[in-house]
């Protein structure tokens, strides 16, 4: 099997493998005072400042790393949780992206429904501009939210430029990144970036799946710009109370920190990787949709020529290759990507987009055979009418 489809999910690297294992005894619940229970909570301590870490925070960290469930609870807690804090006022805007995962889109929708204006900036070709956001900024601007990496495109968005921006016209306003595609992707520097809210997921960056985190800059709890989502016996700071996943935490802390130190050498091989691989993909007979700007390392949209996606993935999962269409997370809804389209592709230019996305542990010789059998199904289903 050649899997592909590291932006759906990743395999559990060694070391978060190992730390769950050896964690697996330790059943004591974080919040008891006895040792077992403080062993727990110890362990916890340790993910949390290995997370930490892997965000570029120093020793003695002021920001607040917040574990949620997933990257998709952590985008809820950050939108819902800063938008509904006291004195943000219903009838006040919210800036966002017209290409953000369903897990930010989904809320934004809401959030109309209950009386908030939202704004959702342009990104053809992976690009935000500047000048548009200018003209929406101002003073009743609550909330921006703007994702790092596009999920299906891989497009960097420069959220340095709009969170700064967005700062300097309304110091009030609290900036949010679903970061869950640029985590330990794409250079991240959260004490520069003005981002007061940064989403991130362990099941992205070969850690467990059921666990992610918001990571909370400094003033952001001081003024109390955020309130739970989930409420209870107060864990995690008062900002998600439930028992803690203590597995899924050791296990994200070890594959941070893992991902981190490897950072530079992982980013190498990934271009290294995908440059191979969109040659083999033109070869094939397929096109690359471009971002015009900075892209991420790991993921390659493929314009298919007049083949329905579906019926690509199908051809090459049955050759033992998984790649996907679009977003995994959105394959519940029968909709036509909005990343896509919002990057400039018709609905069935969109229709015939599928995703490659790579990860360190890929091989050339992969590469290869995907080349090869993506260019068997494209003489194959072409002849076939859409
Ligand atoms: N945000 C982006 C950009 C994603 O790609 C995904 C998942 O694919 C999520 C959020 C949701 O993350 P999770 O699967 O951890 O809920």
Same mark, same amino acid.
């Given at each position: 099997m050649i899997y592909m489809d590291n932006s759906a999910t990743t395999r559990l690297c060694d070391c978060a493998k190992e730390k769950i294992i050896s964690a697996?005894?330790?059943?004591? /619940?974080?919040?008891?005072?006895h040792s077992l229970g403080i062993e727990a909570k110890k362990l916890i301590g340790e993910a949390r400042d290995n997370v930490a870490y892997s965000l570029g925070l120093k020793k003695g960290y002021a920001h607040k790393i917040v574990f949620t469930s997933c990257g998709t609870e952590a985008n809820n807690l950050a939108i819902f949780g800063s938008v509904y804090s *006291?004195?943000?006022?219903?009838?006040n805007k919210i800036i966002t992206t017209n290409s953000e995962h369903p897990s930010v889109e989904n809320a934004m929708q809401r959030l109309q429904k209950d009386g908030y204006e939202v704004i959702r900036l342009s990104t053809v070709g992976g690009k935000l501009d500047i000048e548009e956001f200018r003209r929406h900024m101002? *003073?009743?601007?609550i909330l921006v939210s703007v994702m790092t990496? /596009?999920?299906?495109?891989g497009a960097v968005y420069d959220i340095g430029n709009i969170f700064s921006e967005a700062k300097k016209i309304n110091p009030d306003v609290v900036t949010h990144t679903d970061a869950v595609q640029g985590y330990l992707k794409v250079k991240m520097d959260i004490g520069r970036l003005s981002a007061d809210l940064v989403s991130i997921s362990a099941h992205k960056i070969h850690g467990p799946k059921g666990v992610g985190a918001l990571c909370i800059a400094p003033d952001i709890i001081k003024t109390k710009k955020i309130i739970p989502h989930i409420v209870g016996g107060g864990q995690e700071n008062g900002l998600r109370s439930g028992t803690e996943n203590l597995l899924g935490m050791v296990g994200f802390g070890a594959a941070a920190k893992a991902g981190f130190e490897t950072f530079d050498s992982k980013r190498e091989k990934l271009l290294e990787l995908r440059h191979i691989c969109e040659e083999q993909i033109v070869l094939a007979g397929a096109k690359i949709n471009t971002p015009t700007g900075e892209r991420a390392p790991h993921i390659i949209s493929v314009a298919l020529p007049r083949i329905k996606s579906e019926t690509m993935l199908n051809f090459l999962s049955g050759k033992g290759i998984c790649v996907s269409a679009g977003s995994a997370c959105s394959s519940?809804?029968?909709?036509?990507s909005s990343s896509l389209v919002g990057f400039g592709l018709s609905g069935e230019e969109a229709d015939s987009t599928i995703r490659v996305s790579l990860c360190e542990y890929n091989t050339e010789n992969e590469i290869k055979q995907l080349g090869e059998i993506l260019g068997l199904g494209i003489q194959m289903l072409i002849k076939f009418k859409r």
């Open positions: 697996l005894d330790c059943y004591g /619940n974080p919040s008891s005072r *006291k004195d943000r006022k219903r009838g101002d *003073k009743s601007v990496v /596009n999920n299906e495109t519940h809804s029968q909709h036509i």
